[in-house]
């Protein structure tokens, strides 16, 4: 039997940190806990971490700031982090994914879906779910835009870096990675996040959108990715892997 994940709780509220460590070690993590983020990167340095879950409302810097930090760094760029909140606004959702975060759950929460989305997080992180076929590649070449693996760096024919979000690097690749093959909104959130549709995810097209005006689309008739209608979309690109 291999050693279990590692998962780190960052949770101001005692109770709901004592109970989410007990839960999680009860099913089988090796979990540690922080009452807030000032020493999180110090954590994260000085133990192997494969998980970070964080509570959006805490003291100092706040969940959505430790997400984009995380995301910004490098060493954990690629880290699974799930947010947790009390606040139930779409639009926080919506900005808690766009900080990068791969998951995140409303209080009060079931812990049985908390285990289920942790599992299925945990899957995709480690299936790549964007597929292989760049695995010799550093960057990815298609209708004169570049993107680079390494840096995550998304550049116009023109060599101007673009900047991407988490999301709209990810959602990219998925696209790079099956050129030319229709992809459906399930099929699409499968490869994204490894599960189906829900009705949040229509979000998947306003994603769509904003990947389209990094790469200057026009929105009324897009050429790099087109909306097949009534099936979904397609990137409509021959793509090159580039050492």
Known sequence: ?????????????????NLLRTYLEKNGFDCRTLPDGSRLHAELEREETDMVILDLMLPGDD???LCRNLRADPRTANLPVIMLTARVEETDRIVGLEMGADD?????FNPRELLARIKSVMRRARADPVGKPEALARRMRFSGWTLDL???QLKSPEEVVVPLSKKEYDLLRIFLTHARQVLDR???????????????????????GRLRKRLREDSKDPVII???RG?????DSDVDMLS
């Open 186 to 208: 399930d099929r699409i959130m499968e490869l994204y996040a490894g599960r189906g549709s829900s009705p949040f995810e229509r979000g998947i097209d306003v994603q769509i």
């Open 104 to 108: 995140y759950i409303p209080k009060p």
């Open 231 to 235: 099936h979904g979309y397609m990137l």
């Open 1 to 17: 039997m291999g050693e279990p994940d590692r998962i780190l709780v960052v949770e101001d509220d005692e109770e709901t940190r």
């Open 226 to 228: 087109r909306t097949v």
């Open 63 to 65: 969940g959505l700031t």
């Open 150 to 152: 390494a840096t995550r």
